[in-house]
């Protein structure tokens, strides 16, 4: 939208705001319910918030915001079951499409319901059992979502984070050898094994949501970057041998899903048990600039090789002053 009209950083970062805090809210009034159904609540929730920062942009009437909520009410959805799949982005992206189609039909005068949320068969309640749409409103201006939220340090699911910390402190311990590894054992939160006990992966994408496939490059590697959770990395050998050796995942009620426990036996009758309190990411350790620039770098080189990574990370940084954020997408496309 920024590419078709002049938007400043300034503009542009109010928007993008006000869509994070939009999304998170609604995503707050149905949980844990509504993703405990199999609803996936990024794009459920997600095509609300890019409706609101689209809508922001465009500079909508109260009564346009309303029919781009119902608009967007009437294409949300996405089904945690394409987890592990292609199709989960489809679902990511179609909530991003979809809610800027949602402001722009409601700018066209295509009008929506007066309550596409709250309604008796609005949002809410026809995806949730139980929602709390008071949490919508709750201190809305004061009290930030967005300050709550978090940058994944890793190219996999979230509930992998403490796994992955945790065996790669293992990794680096002087007297530990993955080579010797016989039994592995991983204790964390309920939705660690909901999501992640997934032990016979085939695909990279499988292994994103693989506690798993994580446990054993960590261990086996001692990284957890776009590489390790790629084809090549599951069909490795040696890291099939290493994942077969982890045991179903067990779960404790009291873990929080920033923590995580993981005992390794090894065959010389070593035993090692480490533990992750507070993951990296997690509020009570979030990443550095200089981490999220160094997984930006390394993210770009992966997939998009050809883009010049380090002046479009500056420009990034430099967001809020930068007065046409169009011109940014440039530095996105490779160079021919």
């Known amino acids: 939208l920024a590419e078709l009209r002049p938007v400043s950083g300034t503009e542009l970062l109010h928007a993008f705001v006000l869509g994070v805090e939009v999304t998170c809210r609604i995503g707050n009034a149905i949980s844990p319910g509504h993703y405990n159904r199999g609803w996936h609540i990024t794009s459920t929730c997600g095509i609300f918030g890019a409706a609101v920062a689209a809508a922001k942009l465009l500079d909508l009437t109260e009564e346009e915001i309303l029919w781009a909520f119902g608009n967007a009410s009437a294409q949300a959805s996405g089904l945690v079951e394409t987890l592990g799949f292609m199709a989960k982005s489809v679902g990511v992206g179609t909530a991003a499409r979809g809610g800027l189609l949602a402001a722009l039909m409601a700018k066209g005068g295509v009008e929506g319901p ?38 994944k340090p890793y190219p996999c699911g979230v509930v992998l984070n403490p796994v992955i910390d945790a065996c790669l402190d293992l990794h680096r311990k ?46 086996l590697r001692g990284t957890a970057g776009a590489a390790d959770f790629s084809d090549a990395a599951v069909n490795d050998p040696d890291v099939k041998a290493l994942r077969a050796k982890v045991r179903p995942i067990e779960t404790d009620e009291a873990i929080p899903v920033e923590a995580a426990y993981v005992s ?15 993951a990296t990411g997690s509020p ?45 997408m440039a530095l996105a496309r490779p160079k021919a």
């Open 114 to 151: 007066p309550m596409p949320l709250e309604g008796p068969r609005g949002f809410l309640k026809v995806l949730c059992h139980a929602p709390k749409p008071e949490l919508i409103e709750r201190e809305l201006g004061s009290d930030w979502e967005n300050l709550r939220n978090m940058f």
């Open 174 to 219: 002087p007297d530990f050898s993955a080579d010797l590894v016989s039994d592995i054992t991983v204790r964390g939160c309920p939705l660690l094994k909901a999501r992640a006990d997934r032990p016979d992966v085939t695909t990279g994408r499988e292994a994103q949501v693989s506690a798993q496939h994580a446990v054993a490059v960590a261990l």
């Open 264 to 278: 390794v036996r090894c065959s010389d009758g070593a035993h090692f048990e480490v533990r992750e309190l507070a």
């Open 284 to 328: 009570a350790r979030p990443m550095t600039d200089a981490a999220l620039r160094d997984k930006f770098a390394a993210l770009a080189e992966y997939g998009s090789p050809a883009i010049d990574a380090g002046a479009l990370a500056d420009s990034l940084w430099a967001l809020r002053d930068v007065s046409d954020v169009g011109s940014i």
